[in-house]
């Protein structure tokens, strides 16, 4: 079980491309999206472009919609064993 190598990370995915990912994952519209969060259908278009910031409160608004974790639109690309060799 020794002689395997870890699959290295060949690409890097931004927030916003995050957002689209698990939007279009779930099959919803970016107006269906912002009917579920109350966050206009513009900013999420400018989120998904990264042309603004997502921000912390809109992380956790756009979480719960999308059913998942906060930390994966506030950290992406986040390793926790590089962290840990820091």
């Not at 690309?77 to 840990?84: A, L, N, V």
Request: glycine residues 4%; proline residues 3%.
């Amino acid at each position: 079980m020794n002689d395997y190598e870890k699959a290295q990370r060949t690409i890097v995915v931004s927030v916003g491309e995050s957002v689209r990912v698990l939007r279009e994952f779930q099959e919803l519209s970016q107006n269906e999206l912002a009917d579920l969060t109350g966050i206009p259908q513009s900013t999420i278009s400018a989120i998904e472009n990264d042309r603004i910031q997502l921000g912390v409160e809109r992380a956790k608004v756009l979480a719960r919609a999308l059913a998942c974790h906060p930390a994966v639109f506030l950290f992406p690309g986040w390793d926790i064993e590089q962290e840990s060799a820091a």
